[in-house]
């Protein structure tokens, strides 16, 4: 009997500390657990880098110990891989590094919140493009200017950062950022599903549309799936979509707008032609979409095509990137990558999007900050955590042989990259209110509560105004 | 003999010269609650207040102005903000009945197998949604009700019934955010029902019994007259819930289809913490406030006044 309880005491204590250990793992706040592919310094492009790189790293051995960085993020599916990479930071330099990342939105949320209350809480700020400008405004970020000007030029081979990122961290001329994960997107088919509807390939927009409804009607299958839920999710593919389909979301955003002058004119253009035929499109093809089409957003347009319920889709390149594996998709070795396809005699226009790093103003940690940061973005370590599950944000990873026969999506990416216009979303400070009232007002008309022309009417009227009184030239 | 009234009683009862120093003792230990309400209720509304008054933006390097009522003014002239709080009055008409009247039906179950032995596990288990946060039951419907991989329109479809789009169809969103609201917060109404359940008086429900009340009529002349209050807290505190359905709406359907799930406290997220239109969020948030104050204090009059 005694026996018994004794068993029963050590089942009890021994079932205890797997939950406590559970529970710490789990409340570890991403702080990173580390890998051994330290030191990365095999996948520097070139021998002078490889150098500076080896010297920068024994620079940093030791450097920080006892010391915290903090980082403020997303958890988007790099999140992993960058807890890798920051583990190989902190058994170098013997700092520790807290990731606290969030879901689109609540970042956003959160680094504005920081911003507005002067905090110190976090050193390094991880935005998304079209954030930059509300940074810029409030001078949460602080330019890196003088920083990159005094940085090892070997170790940081600057110009090697994709051209349309570069350009995405700059804002009134100043660098707020250094690019890292870089999102452009690309046209994804299930080729089985292709070929038994007798489809080919859509290169442009009316071909997608066709093979979209061919492949319902003789497949059963939904022909693509669109990020169709209200607010952001449809506001931010009106902006995916629109230059393709040959139009512009305000009078002088446009890559044609001479000097790159894009915020001089904000009158909106969601009444124009092409922006009407844009909205149209999306309900259009609500007729071959998976069912519970007005609820599509990001993951269940991707999970629509990975379980082979949706013949293709436009996603960002963090989704293209999980498609390969047999343990996350049904579609592993049945699916093709393009280029997005665009309206008859319109040039490509490839949306990018993804993030950049950059320093809080009121960092007590900045030099920390900094090394990180080159650390990171470095083509070593960026190539690492390519390799890892990360992504590409310089020319010298994404033309890695050793990467693209792991990736082969990465060939089609680098003939794309260029194509891609930095200010695609705007990256004014009202760049969020923007996409959600737009994505409303189309998400209302989706859904059968304005027409078209009271939607698009709508969404001129309220975002002009909205504009109009931070300031903006508008018509 | 004089015969006191229990206000007299207690009238009776306190000292007549209590001492300053015992009040000044007393006021004293009271003081941290009151400071500590203040700071947590009072100051909070004050500044929302305040707030609502100008055109303050989280995160704008701008100016701040005073702009009067002109908030307000935007919300009660806004189709889309009546809408707002058209379609979040619905959702308090159609499922605060819904939830007491099963929760009365589910308590009257559990009052008629009390005595059973396992009874009290069956109402713990039961009540176990209420300790869910709202935020969990919210994802899980999610999937539940997700048109493809969903549990519910598989188990529809093996009947041979079709399976709606919950929470996709414009038609049929906002009720289906009333059914997982409601699934919810049912199993509280019914553990506060079957408590006042208990509390009737085994002899009064045989005197009825003796006068020939039916069921039906001991239900209506009995069990709600006596269950008054209980039934008047239960509505006061699910009536502030639903105002108050946020999670729900966020992980399930962010407001859509188009705005047919965006209800109150979800628009009033939107607008202070998406579009970070503080001082017209915080328009919203009051009006919103004294909208419930107003409906308490009828609810409160209603029942639990004096007979």
């Known amino acids: 009997m005694a026996q018994k309880r004794r068993i029963r005491r050590i089942v009890a204590a021994a079932s205890a500390a797997v939950l406590m250990a559970g529970l710490s793992a789990c409340s570890s706040g991403g702080s990173g657990t580390g890998s051994d592919k330290a030191p990365y310094a095999q996948w520097a492009p070139t021998a002078k880098n490889k150098a500076a790189f080896e010297s920068f790293s024994e620079k940093l051995k030791g450097k920080y110990e006892g010391k915290t960085l903090n980082i403020v993020g997303i958890k988007d599916p790099w999140y992993a891989a960058a807890l890798d990479m920051i583990g190989s930071f902190e058994k170098l330099t013997g700092a520790k590094v807290t990731y606290n990342g969030y879901s689109y939105n609540d970042g956003y949320s959160k680094e504005v919140l920081l911003g507005q209350q002067k905090s110190s809480q976090a050193d390094v700020i991880m935005y998304d493009m079209p954030w930059i400008g509300k940074f810029a405004q409030t001078g949460f970020v602080e330019p890196l200017d003088d920083r990159l000007k005094k940085a090892d030029k070997d170790l940081l081979m600057y110009d090697d950062f994709y051209k349309v990122m570069r350009a995405g961290a700059q804002w009134k001329g100043k660098t707020l950022g250094v690019p890292f994960a870089p999102y452009f997107t690309m046209n994804v088919y299930n080729t089985e599903l292709l070929g038994k509807a007798g489809v080919k390939p859509p290169k442009t927009m009316s071909e997608f549309e066709s093979a979209c409804h061919a492949i319902k009607e003789k497949t059963g299958v939904a022909g693509t799936a669109l990020n169709n839920q209200s607010g952001t999710p449809v506001g931010q593919a009106y902006f995916e979509y629109i230059y393709n389909m040959g139009g512009k979301p305000f009078a002088s955003e446009s890559p044609d707008q001479p000097g790159g002058d894009y915020y001089?004119?904000?009158?909106?253009?969601?009444?124009?032609?092409?922006?009407?035929?844009?909205?149209?499109?999306?309900?259009?093809?609500?007729d071959c979409e998976p069912k519970g089409a007005l609820n599509i957003d990001w993951n269940s347009r991707y999970s629509a095509f990975a379980t082979g319920q949706a013949a293709m889709i436009q996603p960002w390149n963090y989704d293209i990137a999980s498609l390969g594996s047999s343990s996350k998709s049904a579609v592993a070795g049945k699916y093709a990558v393009q280029p997005d396809p665009t309206a008859s005699g319109v040039a490509l226009n490839t949306p990018v999007g993804g993030w950049e790093m950059g320093i809080n103003k009121y960092s007590g940690k900045k030099s920390l900050a900094w090394d990180f940061i080159q650390w990171f973005s470095s083509p070593a370590v960026n190539a690492a955590f390519m390799d890892d599950g990360g992504f590409a944000a310089r020319y010298s990873v994404q033309d890695n042989t050793t990467l693209q026969k792991k990736y082969p999506w990465l060939k089609v990416q680098a003939k794309v990259v260029d194509t891609a216009f930095p200010a695609f979303r705007p990256q004014v400070p009202e760049a969020f209110d923007i996409m959600s009232q737009l994505g409303d007002q189309i998400g209302a008309y989706l859904a059968g509560q304005k027409t078209l022309d009271q939607a698009t009417s709508d969404a001129d009227s309220q975002i002009g105004s909205m504009l109009k009184s931070a300031g903006y030239t508008v018509h | 003999m004089t015969t006191l009234t229990t206000p007299d009683r207690i009238r009776a009862q306190r000292t007549p010269h209590r001492?300053?120093?015992?009040?000044?003792?007393?006021?004293?230990?009271?003081?941290?609650?009151?400071?500590?309400?203040?700071?947590?209720?009072?100051?909070?509304?004050?500044?929302?207040?305040?707030t609502s008054l100008t055109d303050y933006k989280v995160g704008a390097d701008t100016p701040v102005h005073f702009v009067g009522l002109a908030n307000y003014v935007r919300v009660v002239t806004s189709p889309e903000m009546l809408a707002t709080y058209g379609r979040t009055f619905l959702v308090v008409v159609i499922a605060l009945p819904f939830e007491l009247i099963v929760g009365y039906l589910i308590a009257k179950v559990f009052h008629r197998v009390h005595e059973l032995r396992g009874s009290s596990l069956i109402r713990t288990v039961y009540l176990l949604p209420v300790m869910l946060p709202e935020i969990v039951v919210g994802l899980l419907f999610g999937y539940i009700m997700n048109t493809r991989v969903g549990v519910l329109g598989f188990l529809l479809s093996a009947a041979g019934l079709p399976a709606p789009d919950w929470l996709g169809d414009p038609r049929i969103a906002i009720f289906s955010i009333m059914m997982i609201v409601v699934w919810q917060w049912t199993p509280l109404a019914t553990v506060i029902l079957y408590g006042g359940l208990l509390g009737i008086p085994g002899e009064v429900r045989e005197a009825a019994a003796l006068d020939g009340a039916g069921r039906i009529r001991s239900v209506f002349s009995l069990e709600v007259p006596m269950m008054r209050k209980v039934i008047g807290l239960i509505a006061l505190l699910a009536g502030v819930q639903l105002i108050g359905t946020f999670a729900t709406v966020l992980v399930t359907t962010q407001g859509g289809p188009g705005t047919t799930t965006t209800v109150l406290s979800y628009e009033i997220y939107r607008q202070a913490f998406v579009f970070f239109n503080t001082g017209y969020g915080s328009a919203i948030a009051i009006i919103t406030l004294v909208i419930v104050i107003l409906l308490s204090q009828l609810l409160v009059r209603f029942a639990f006044k004096e007979d």
């Open chain 2, 19 to 50: 001492p300053d120093s015992t009040r000044a003792a007393r006021r004293a230990f009271v003081a941290p609650l009151i400071v500590f309400l203040a700071l947590m209720s009072a100051v909070p509304t004050i500044f929302s207040l305040v």
């Open chain 1, 264 to 286: 001089s004119d904000m009158t909106p253009q969601f009444s124009s032609p092409q922006s009407k035929a844009t909205i149209k499109m999306f309900k259009d093809l609500l």
